[in-house]
């Protein structure tokens, strides 16, 4: 039986829902620093730490703002600490509090320009689910405020902790890494539930009617491949051994629980795998490339 001090720890560690953008933030915020032309130092552990707590802070006002109806789901109650009793909707608030001010205050340190896209960040993260504006249940805005929370605004933040201006090609990577946001929304349920996404799909639908619905997907599939090819192959934003890691990484994590996949298992849990990999295999080969040179600086 937990005790209620384990209890709190638990909740609030659920309430920061890291496991599920962690490696996402990672790569956002490195690749941003990348196209800057950042090295490994102070600034970039402050914007890491500053974009986490971040995005942290609106999973937990979203966590906050649907307790009441998370209560009346199995599946969201277990999910949300608030709702399944770990921890109270005060303790909730605080522990946001906290969170909110500490990333502010992290972002003043990195500059006017990181300060200003840091608070972009905070306050998206208060009006995508507070009940008064709700981005989160508006189709199209849904998915693109989502883009801008966990991929623009942190690339944004990363950039300009290294660089006070803006480069000429600064937009492909920014745009890829949104595209590929909104292209998880789309596509992926490893963060919400069936019900959630088909839902968002059906309100997309409900705007732009089914055809203009999947013509925009396939735009999406599109405009992120473009984006990819352009940022990591034609302005060489990572380097070559950097890209030989991330590969030899990906065949490491992937090939031994795809050997024990089974074949009763749906696509949907096979995407999932792939996708999770990959994403765990670009952040630790994205944190090898300012890691690496730093220790050999070192040593």
């Known amino acids: 039986m937990e005790t209620p001090l384990k209890s709190t720890l638990t909740g609030l560690a659920k309430l920061t829902r890291i496991n599920e953008f962690g490696y996402f ?29 971040a995005v942290s802070f609106a999973y937990m006002v979203n966590d906050i703002e649907d307790a009441p109806e998370d209560a009346f789901s199995t599946k969201n109650k277990q ?36 300060f200003t896209f840091g608070m ?44 006070g201006t803006l480069n000429r090609t600064w937009m492909w990577p920014f745009l890829f890494m949104i595209l590929l946001s909104i ?37 999406v599939v599109i405009l992120l491949g473009s984006t990819g090819i352009v940022s990591f192959f034609l302005i060489n934003l990572v380097p070559a051994w950097v890209k030989v890691t991330i590969s030899a990484l990906f065949l490491l994590f992937f090939v031994p629980p795809y050997i024990k996949f089974r074949r009763s298992e749906t696509q949907e849990s096979l995407r999932v795998l792939l996708f999770n990999t990959l994403e765990r295999a670009a952040a630790i080969g994205l944190c090898f490339q300012y890691l690496i040179p730093w220790l050999v600086q070192i040593f």
């Open 183 to 219: 292209f998880n929304d789309l596509h992926d349920a490893r963060r919400t539930d069936e019900a959630e996404r088909q839902a968002r799909q059906d309100r997309l639908a409900a705007l732009l009617g089914e055809r203009s619905a999947a013509i925009m997907m396939t735009a």
């Open 25 to 53: 933030i990672l790569i956002t915020t490195l690749l941003g620093v990348a196209e800057a032309g950042g090295v490994f130092d102070q600034r970039l552990v402050l914007v890491m730490l500053a974009n986490g707590l």
């Open 79 to 114: 999910r949300n600490p608030i709702s399944s009793g770990l921890i109270s909707t005060k303790t909730a608030r605080l522990a946001a509090l906290v969170c909110g001010l500490v990333a502010a205050g992290v972002y003043v340190l990195l500059g006017w320009w990181t």
């Open 120 to 163: 972009a960040c905070l306050l998206l993260g208060i009006v995508y689910s507070h009940k008064a504006i709700r981005l989160k249940t508006v189709a199209l805005l849904d998915m693109i405020s989502r883009g801008l929370l966990q991929a623009g605004l942190p690339f944004l933040c990363a950039y300009f902790a290294f660089n």
